[in-house]
Nanobody, 122 residues
Framework: QVQLVESGGGSVQAGGSLRLSCTAS????????MAWFRQAPGKEREVVAH????????YYAESVKGRFTISRDNDKNTVFLQMDSLKADDTGMYYC???????????????WGQGTQVTVSS
């Protein structure tokens, strides 16, 4: 059974930091691209970042470039999202996802976590 379990969300003031984690099980973790998506109330789910393998090419949405860092530890089947200089616009539910290829659209990802809430107050 495939499971993706996120943790690390919470409430923080603008300018603060949070570190999200997502631990996967039930599939060959290292063979899959890992991504973080987010969804704000009333908005569509959007990709935040993705990574295929440690040290490989990473993608960031323009809105988070220079503030967020995605990384993964294949020994621990875990992907991280370090979020610094948080803004109120970063508020939303954050989901990790696994797909065979790194893409920016949610339909290309096979497995999803349940989400973790991030709330940034200004």
């Amino acid at each position: 059974q495939v499971q993706l379990v996120e943790s690390g969300g919470g409430s923080v003031q603008a300018g603060g930091s949070l570190r999200l984690s997502c631990t996967a099980s039930g599939y060959t973790y290292s063979s899959y691209c890992m991504a973080w998506f987010r969804q704000a109330p009333g908005k569509e789910r959007e990709v935040v970042a993705h990574i295929y393998s440690p040290g490989a090419f990473t993608y960031y949405a323009e809105s988070v470039k220079g503030r967020f860092t995605i990384s993964r530890d294949n020994d621990k089947n875990t992907v991280f999202l370090q979020m610094d200089s948080l803004k109120a616009d970063d508020t939303g539910m954050y989901y990790c996802a696994a797909g065979r290829w790194c893409r920016v659209t949610s339909v290309d990802y096979n497995y999803w976590g349940q989400g973790t809430q991030v709330t940034v107050s200004s």
